[in-house]
């Protein structure tokens, strides 16, 4: 059973940034990966995906946030520039080595990805 485990939140001002890293107990290797966020309050919400290397990103965090993965070490990585005190929230990765899906459709399956990490919380100050 695939296992994920995420790291690399904390606290951080407003405009700096973050690595986050979800370890993999399996390859990922053409495996479809995510990065969700649940914020204080609301439902959690897709805003990364990597499948064969293409990604896509939420309009909230595009341009700000790189999704990227090592199939080598199978670590994903959420690379989090910018950091707006709206993107506080508690982080998670999904994956699913049995989905098949566009990165944009993976954003919006939440409910498809059958292994997620304990998520790793990220908080933003202004």
């Known amino acids: 059973q695939l296992q994920l485990v995420e790291s690399g939140g904390g606290s951080v001002q407003a405009g700096g940034s973050r690595r986050l890293s979800c370890v993999a107990s399996?390859?990922?290797?053409?495996?479809?990966m995510g990065w969700f966020r649940q914020p204080p309050g609301k439902e959690r919400e897709g805003i990364a995906s990597?499948?064969?290397?293409?990604?896509n990103y939420a309009d909230s965090v595009k341009g700000r946030f790189t999704i990227s993965k090592d199939t080598a070490k199978n670590i994903l990585y959420l690379q989090m520039n910018n950091l707006k005190p709206e993107d506080t929230a508690m982080y998670y990765c999904?994956?699913?080595?049995?989905?098949?899906?566009?990165?944009?459709?993976?954003?919006?399956?939440?409910?498809?990805?059958?292994?997620w990490g304990q998520g790793t919380q990220v908080t933003v100050s202004s």
């Open positions: 990597i499948i064969d290397g293409i990604t």
């Open positions: 399996d390859t990922i290797d053409g495996v479809c």
């Open positions: 999904a994956a699913d080595p049995f989905l098949a899906l566009t990165p944009a459709q993976a954003l919006n399956s939440r409910g498809d990805f059958g292994y």
